[in-house]
């Protein structure tokens, strides 16, 4: 799970690059990078760490022009090295940079004929390298039609090269691209997996500026109106002139990631017609409903959330039970996200650091804690040793995700059946290992009821592959599962 945003602008677009990053900084906190254009030459600044921790504003003198694409890096397919960082960047046969949010699932199949070309191990830089080769199919195509130079791709031309490239990759992408004198490309798989939002900025002078990124959460502090979602397999350019260009070149049956409603997107977040916010009021309401029907008899004193994704099912769920609802749980904001720290370690470590339980919403009461998701565990286990440490009475414990069972191949960081807790065990198995007095999982019905109940939109099947081993390309069995999972374990090894 990546951050992405590319803008077009009429005025240098380096600083708003770098504050939609900071509005984009939860997708990811291992690496950040800027790519601008100006006058068929790309300018470049790329880091590990936080965006803070990155540039400068003496950086943003450096990357001039008016177009540019920027993403912030969490890995899942690629290693942790300083180069594989993006968004990646060719220049030669001509210059193109690419940032892509998702996973390739057909990547190391692709690299093969490639391996001598790649300077990274990301399923980025392959997308890059076969989409260069395409455009490069086109414009030598056009210049012996054309012999006259400089030649440069059409629109048409553009489009036909992703065609091709549609054809042949696999899995999930969100992607933004920066060809120099032709303009910014965005386009997003054929199943929409992974977001893509897009946004118009309407000038005194009547024309335009736009943005494309993974949220729309930037988009009102950069004066942007959002307009929507790029479709399933959907196009979007906006050439030299400012014009805007689109078409489906590959549309399937649409299924974003529901994981991006549990835990990714921030609150603020509209994806695909539906207010992040509001379906997960609905969560901790179903959540409720749930608990009243399975545990009767079993009312806690105090509803805590896990801060801060839990927070707004969590207050839904204490309304739904008439339960007082407490943030017991005091968040050091300075810690990263601990589901999207590179190792299992880190994790462990970084709750103590982050949660700090409060006493006097603790002591002597029966606590219900709620979670967005249990993933591998850990978290939610020193969490409940924490809980315990302060004085609790009891203990309860409620997850707005059902059993996450299955590793995810398009871009979530889940390798592994091995370190997933729901895949191993029954209820009351995961229970015993947190050391909770009563469990409970949300069900798969309500979680998909609790997404697409509101909002214009047209989700019926959300990809749940993490929790249902349905993978919505259609690309997997046994075999390939244990490839893959072996790669991406080689990998962060």
């Known amino acids: 799970m990546c951050g992405i945003v590319g803008i077009y602008s009429h005025e240098p677009v380096a600083a708003e690059l770098h504050d939609s990053l900071i509005h984009l900084q939860h997708r990811g906190q291992d690496a950040a990078g800027i790519v601008t254009a100006q006058n068929g030459e790309l300018f470049c600044k790329h880091g ?219 609150p603020d977040a509209t994806l695909d017609g539906v207010s992040v916010y509001r379906s997960r009021l609905r969560m901790g309401q179903n959540l409720a409903r749930q608990w009243q029907k399975t545990y009767p008899d079993v009312k806690p004193d105090i509803v805590i959330p896990v801060p801060f994704t839990s927070n707004t099912a969590a207050l839904s769920f204490a ?47 029966k606590v219900l804690i709620i979670d967005d998701s249990i993933v591998r565990g850990t978290t939610s286990r020193e969490i409940v040793k924490m809980i315990r440490e302060f004085g609790a009475k009891e203990i309860y414990f409620a997850s707005a995700c059902p059993p996450v069972t299955h590793p995810c191949f398009y871009g979530i960081d889940m390798p592994s059946r091995d370190e997933l807790i729901g895949a191993h065990g029954s209820t009351e198995k995961v229970r015993e290992y947190l050391g909770v007095d009563v469990l409970l999982y949300q069900t798969q019905e309500d979680l998909v009821e609790a997404v697409t109940r509101r909002g214009t939109h047209q989700i019926e099947n959300p990809c749940m592959a993490c929790l249902n081993g349905n993978y919505v390309c259609g690309e997997m069995n046994q075999e390939k599962l244990q490839s893959l999972e072996m790669k991406r374990q080689l990998e962060r090894a």
């Open 48 to 266: 590990q760490g936080l965006v803070r921790e990155i540039f400068t504003s003496a950086d943003m003198e450096t990357l001039p022009g008016h177009v540019g694409i920027a993403h912030v890096r969490y890995p899942t397919a690629g290693g942790y090295s300083k180069t594989d960082i993006q968004p990646v960047v060719a220049q030669q046969p001509f210059s193109i940079a690419l940032a892509h949010n998702g996973n390739l699932t057909n990547h190391h199949a692709l690299a093969e004929s490639m391996r001598d070309e790649l300077k990274t191990s990301l399923d980025s830089e392959v997308m890059l390298r076969m989409l260069l080769s395409y455009l490069q199919q086109m414009v030598d195509y056009g210049a012996k039609c054309a012999p006259n130079p400089p030649y440069e791709a059409t629109t048409p031309s553009l489009f036909n090269a992703l065609h091709h490239l549609f054809s042949q990759i696999k899995g999930s992408y969100s992607v933004v691209c920066l060809i120099p004198n032709q303009g910014l490309l965005a386009f997003r798989d054929p199943h929409g997996i992974r977001p893509l939002v897009w946004g118009e900025r309407k000038r005194t002078d009547g024309r335009s500026d736009y943005i494309f990124a993974s949220e729309n959460t930037a988009f009102y502090a950069l004066g942007f109106e959002p307009k929507g979602d790029l479709a399933p397999g959907e196009v979007m350019l906006v050439d030299t002139h400012g014009q805007l260009h689109r078409q489906i070149i590959a549309a399937k049956k649409f299924a974003p990631c529901i994981f991006e409603y549990v835990y990714f997107a921030r």
């Open 319 to 365: 309304h739904e039970l008439g339960v007082r609802y407490s943030e017991g749980l005091y968040k050091n904001p300075f810690i990263g996200r601990t589901f999207i720290m590179p190792n299992q370690k880190a994790r462990a470590r970084s709750v103590r650091y982050k949660l700090t339980p409060q006493r006097t919403e603790i002591e002597n009461k």
